[in-house]
């Protein structure tokens, strides 16, 4: 059974920065490509970064670009995401998931923000930017 657990979340000032951790299980990220997408009550869940299976390429929605890292400890199945110069619109809960759709697996480049694509999610981490 595929299980994905967030932690890391928290408060935090404007500038500062957060480590989000996801602990994949049931899987190897060797095999899985995995994505980190954010959601604010009212709004569309939006894809935020992800890192591909095989090759380890990474993806951004431009919002973050600069800012967040996306990286991964395929030994220890960890996927984490780098928050910096964090801002008020960042504010959150963020979730990690995990694709086997063809669309994320084969053109990544095109699909890794789709969510509808995923067939995995954790429970979601709560990050809070204030101003």
């Known amino acids: 059974e595929v299980q994905l657990v967030e932690s890391g979340g928290g408060w935090v000032q404007t500038g500062g920065s957060l480590r989000l951790s996801c602990l994949a299980s049931?899987?190897?990220?060797?095999?899985?490509?995995i994505a980190w997408f954010r959601q604010v009550p009212g709004k569309e869940r939006e894809g935020v970064s992800c890192i591909t299976s095989s090759d380890g390429i990474r993806y951004y929605a431009d919002s973050v670009k600069g800012r967040f890292t996306i990286a991964r400890d395929v030994a220890k199945n960890m996927v984490y995401l780098e928050m910096n110069s964090l801002k008020p619109e960042d504010t959150a809960v963020y979730y990690c998931?995990?694709?086997?759709?063809?669309?994320?697996?084969?053109?990544?480049?095109?699909?890794?923000?789709?969510?509808?694509?995923?067939?995995?999610w954790g429970q979601g981490t709560q990050v809070t930017v204030s101003s």
């Open positions: 998931a995990t694709s086997t759709s063809q669309v994320v697996v084969a053109t990544p480049h095109f699909g890794w923000h789709l969510d509808g694509e995923y067939d995995y």
């Open positions: 049931g899987l190897s990220l060797d095999d899985y490509a």
